[in-house]
């Protein structure tokens, strides 16, 4: 993995690490709306609320996956940057071990539970459970799938080929969105088809990655054959722990908050928060995608001990970062109407009409909370790539769960059931606060 070394070339290393992973998880986060939108429309309203019902779920496997990816990530990158590529690919062997023996005890444990899963996720009545429990049907035996995807996706970036890890998020998305027009438009099979045809795609994406791990071994890491280092799961799970909590806290929000909107609201609500999260997860991914990208370049640095180019690093990350967020409320709060649209027909009648202008409020108050979320997401990437697992993990802690519980009854006390709306935006501003607080304080911090 070859960086530039001259500080006026690090923009242009920045903008070709984490440029590529923004538009990749863009596209990617984009399929997830596309996907939704087909269960609205192939299948029905009550079929997108069980797949955001079952959403919390997916949440678990991508953050499990995502804890795993940072954490190894930080530590190849960094041993890349002191050139030991041997102790690096041990890392990532072992790592994708650890994965693969976890997954099997999931599956072993999930399938048996699937109807007690879909009543835990808040599924209101017994059309919605088995709406839910077709879905993760088709999604507990791959576990092993989606837990690689996202760690064979940052290695290959960390690995110095974040242009061609891009490109196959590009393709599987692609393919996704051709699988599910054909099980569930085409072929009538409902949202279990909706999540088979995730399943199939996430096992293809597996068979590209190992083709460039296996097969071409182009770069630094590969797999070998070495001593287990009993050490590594729990520095993989120090240094991953902050960026799978961060990733989700998204499945716990959106479990808080389905629970607070059949207890306080009612179905309606429940489907217009479906279509307000999903439209929100296309910004945050995106920023998420900017921390992600620039994490080994941060590392990398980090490894040669060249602080002064990770700060230059945070402030590309920070920006970049804002552009987003600030590209994101604009296009969301002026085409509120048109994007809800994608999902709710107006043919219902005065019902349809109902839904479309509640969903919009929705939607225009939810998304709000990207005013603040790119600094805490930017914030908590950055001391991830610099070690720093403790303040990423308090930050993570702080904005997805303890300052959202402490807001949401507040909130709901203070505006009534719009309160429940209001809560991201408050556990974000409050968490920026502290974000902009330990970055400052971390200016002078020496190489650990």
């Not at 596209?27 to 269960?39: H, I, N």
């Not at 496997?61 to 795993?68: C, D, G």
């Not at 979320?373 to 303040?391: D, E």
Request: charged share 10%.
């Amino acid at each position: 993995m070859t960086f530039l070394k001259h500080t006026s070339n690090q923009k242009t290393q920045f903008l070709h690490f984490a440029v590529p992973s923004v538009v990749a998880q863009l596209v990617y986060s984009l399929y997830t709306v596309v996907d939704a939108a087909f269960v609205a429309r192939g299948v029905s309203d009550t079929a997108l609320t069980a797949v955001n019902l079952a959403f919390p779920l997916m949440q678990v496997l991508f953050s499990i996956s995502l804890l795993f990816a940072a954490g190894c990530s930080a530590l190849t990158a960094v041993n890349l940057g002191a050139g030991n590529r041997k102790r690096a690919s041990a890392v990532f062997t072992q790592t994708v071990v650890m994965q693969l023996l976890l997954a099997a005890g999931m599956i072993a444990v999930l399938f048996p539970l699937r109807a007690q899963i879909a009543l835990f996720l808040g599924a209101p009545d017994a059309q919605t459970q088995a709406l839910v429990v077709d879905y993760i049907t088709w999604i507990i035996p791959f576990i092993p799938a989606f837990l690689l995807s996202y760690t064979f996706e940052i290695l290959m970036k960390a690995d110095g080929f974040p242009r061609k890890a891009s490109m196959i998020v590009l393709l599987s998305v692609i393919g996704n969105i051709g699988m599910d027009y054909l099980f569930v438009i085409v072929l009538r099979r409902g949202i279990a088809g909706a999540a088979l045809a995730t399943s199939l795609v996430q096992c293809c994406v597996i068979a590209v990655y190992l083709f460039h791990f296996v097969v071409q071994r182009k770069g630094s890491l590969h797999f070998c054959w070495h001593h287990p280092d009993w050490s590594l799961p729990g520095k993989v799970f120090r240094n991953g722990f902050s960026a799978g909590l961060t990733e989700l806290s998204a499945g716990f929000v959106t479990f808080v908050m389905n629970h607070a909107i059949v207890y306080l609201l009612d179905d309606n609500a429940l489907i217009s928060f479906a279509v307000a999260s999903y439209i929100n997860t296309l910004a945050v991914m995106s920023i998420t995608g900017g921390a992600q990208g620039s994490q080994p370049l941060i590392s990398y640095e980090y490894g040669k001990k060249n602080l002064p180019s990770c700060r230059l690093l945070l402030h590309s990350l920070l920006r970049l970062s804002a552009c987003v967020a600030a590209l994101a409320l604009l296009l969301f709060e002026a085409g509120a109407p048109v994007l809800v649209h994608f999902y709710i027909s107006a043919s219902k009648g005065s019902a349809g009409t109902e839904l479309i202008a509640s969903s919009v409020h929705v939607l225009r108050i939810y998304i709000l909370s990207l005013a603040f979320a790119w600094v805490n997401i930017a914030a908590s990437g950055y001391f991830s790539a610099i070690l720093r697992p403790g303040k990423a993990l308090f930050l993570s802690v702080l904005r997805g769960y303890l300052a959202f519980i402490a807001a949401l009854p507040l909130l709901v006390l203070l505006l009534g059931g719009d309160g429940i709306w209001f809560a991201p935006l408050a556990a974000e501003a409050v968490t920026t606060v502290f974000s902009i607080g330990l970055l400052r304080a971390d200016r002078n911090a020496p190489v650990r």
